[in-house]
């Protein structure tokens, strides 16, 4: 698929990653994006997309994504001003082991909300959707869990799971799932990594051994890896994105 006149809602947009794919996407030739934070105020950053994309309509919405009424508003809103939604990229996320409840509600639940909405709006086999791409933003610890983030991990491994859960056998919705699980990547989500206490029952010595493996990537790879797999990217497919780096993870396939 090419972004050229393509619609595009994403989540987490003001985010360094959300916002890296957003610009990548519009340096590419999308024509309507739907840019989804949780800021009450429309971030600085998308007045300077409206001046460096002047082709491009682009409609900042404020949503909780934790919240199903927030996101229907938002889905509802957008779509009624477009001819199709095209694409979608879950990318709100966050990350503190002390605030377990909210890391399941916005790194899962949220999501799973978000994409059904998206296929409500895209499948080919129901109403006037074109199909399209959902693409999920997981983690590396999505594919190998890290013993500091024990919920950050399961939250992760569950968007991984539910994306090839939804892709399987399911080619008649014309709709392409994906997930990328990108290793480090700056971000404010990132910074967090530099505060201990956001870890479960860290040590000083662990967390020494973290920093010194982490070499974070800049966010704009997340966009790259986006616009390829929009292309070139098989339904069901998980990708590690590291150092820049993609590629395809080997997962047991599903038989139901």
Aim: aromatic residues 8%; contains cysteine.
């Amino acid at each position: 698929m090419s972004l050229t006149g393509k619609s595009a809602l994403v989540t987490g947009a003001a985010g360094g990653i959300g916002g890296a794919i957003c610009v990548e996407f519009l340096k590419n030739g999308l024509k309507n994006l739907a840019a989804l934070d949780l800021c009450a105020d429309e971030p600085e950053i998308v007045s300077e997309w409206r001046k460096n994309f002047p082709t491009a309509t682009i409609t900042y919405f404020q949503a909780d994504v934790s919240c199903p009424e927030d996101l229907q508003k938002t889905y509802n809103a957008f779509v009624s001003s477009i001819e199709s939604l095209d694409i979608v990229v879950n990318c709100a996320g966050f990350f503190n082991e002390r605030a377990r409840k909210k890391m399941i509600d916005v790194n899962f639940y949220g999501l799973v909300e978000s994409t059904f909405l998206a296929i409500e709006h895209m499948r080919k086999d129901r109403g006037s959707g074109k199909g399209g791409v959902i693409i999920s933003i997981a983690s590396c610890t999505g594919l190998v869990p890290l013993s500091l983030l024990p919920t950050y991990s399961a939250t992760k491994h569950a968007v991984v799971s539910f994306t090839r859960s939804l892709a399987f056998d399911r080619e008649y919705m014309g709709i392409k799932f994906l997930s990328i699980c990108p290793a480090g990547t700056k971000s404010q989500m990132y910074n967090s990594i530099l505060d201990p206490a956001n870890f479960y029952e860290s040590t000083d010595a662990k967390m020494e051994i973290l920093r010194a493996a982490l070499v974070p990537q800049e966010a704009e790879e997340v966009g790259k890896a986006a616009v390829k797999l929009i292309g070139e990217g098989k339904s069901g497919s998980s990708w590690l994105l590291e150092g820049g780096k993609l590629t395809e993870t080997p997962l047991p396939e599903i038989q139901l």
